[in-house]
């Protein structure tokens, strides 16, 4: 997050992380949110995004640790500056994956954003891609919906490699 938010140079994260020694983990990170991010941006929002959050299913602490999010969460009652936080996890579990504990977990004050593959009309774009290539393109575009579930970059990627094969007489990419 230091890098993200562009801090180097600003804040001294060694000194600023030795002179936090004596606390947990967490703290530290709770205490940079909260002393740093909110204090540096004050009048910004402060968005957090955390990537591929399935990855942690196969760490070796319990999930749970995640409640920082749930604390900042909880202190909006306390300390409005705390509404300026967002965060947003990404990735291909469930909420439900991610709890372990309903009371503490942090993934039940989410809002789950439900993603589904391309449909037909929602693919249209790539099918003018294909147009000069094939001498079909709908029908085509069809069958690699049906290969692929319609997943956005698998799909993309498939229309490319037919353009590709297309374009090339021997086949060979």
């Known amino acids: 997050m230091w890098r993200s938010f562009n801090l180097l140079g600003i804040i001294n994260l060694k000194t600023w992380w030795k002179e936090q020694e004596e606390v947990s983990l967490l703290q530290r990170l709770s205490q940079f949110i909260e002393e740093i991010l909110l204090t540096r941006f004050a009048e910004e929002r402060i968005f957090i995004l ?12 319990p999930v749970d640790d995640f409640a920082l999010i749930r ?17 947003a996890i990404f990735g291909v579990a469930t909420p439900s994956d991610l709890i372990a504990d309903k009371n503490r977990t942090p993934f039940n004050i989410e809002v789950a954003i439900d993603l589904s593959g391309f449909s037909l009309e929602e693919a ?20 690699i919906l049906v290969w692929t579930s319609g997943q956005p970059f698998l799909t993309q990627k498939i229309c490319e490699l037919v353009v590709k094969i297309a374009g090339n007489p021997t086949g060979v990419i």
């Open 50 to 61: 955390v990537d591929e959050i399935d990855s942690i299913l196969s760490l070796n602490f």
């Open 71 to 87: 604390f900042c969460y909880n202190q909006r009652a306390i300390n409005p500056e705390y509404t300026r936080i967002t965060f």
């Open 124 to 143: 249209q774009p790539l099918a003018k891609g294909l147009e000069n290539v094939i001498a079909n393109p709908q029908a085509v575009l069809k069958e």
